[in-house]
Nanobody, 115 residues
Framework: QVQLVESGGGLVQPGGSLRLSCAAS????????MGWYRQAPGKERELVAT???????NYGDSVKGRFTISRENAKNTVSLQMNSLKPEDTAVYYC?????????WGRGTQVTVSS
């Protein structure tokens, strides 16, 4: 079992920045991919970014060049630096961890971009 807890969401003005963090606990040795998805009201959950155990990254098209994912294996955390935020980035952001082909999800953290 893997438990994931997100932190760092909140309200920010357009053009601003936020940093999300996700702490993993439990069978963390089995996690090979961690990342972030988001879901806006009335929309499907979509990929934001993922990072593998060897630091290979993948980004959704809408966040490329603005968001950066990083991983601290020693601290069992994954972070998402979000810059140049837009109102359309408003969503609940979920941390994901994949172990042995099974996806574990955090409960999510709200990010609201509004003036």
């Amino acid at each position: 079992q893997v438990q994931l807890v997100e932190s760092g969401g909140g309200l920010v003005q357009p053009g601003g920045s936020l940093r999300l963090s996700c702490a993993a606990s439990g069978s963390i040795f089995s996690i090979n991919v961690m990342g972030w998805y988001r879901q806006a009201p009335g929309k499907e959950r979509e990929l934001v970014a993922t990072i593998t155990s060897d630091d290979s990254t993948n980004y959704g098209d809408s966040v490329k060049g603005r968001f950066t994912i990083s991983r601290e294996n020693a601290k069992n955390t994954v972070s998402l630096q979000m810059n140049s935020l837009k109102p359309e980035d408003t969503a609940v952001y979920y941390c994901i961890g994949t172990a042995y082909g099974f996806n574990y999800w955090g409960r999510g953290t709200q990010v609201t971009v509004s003036s």
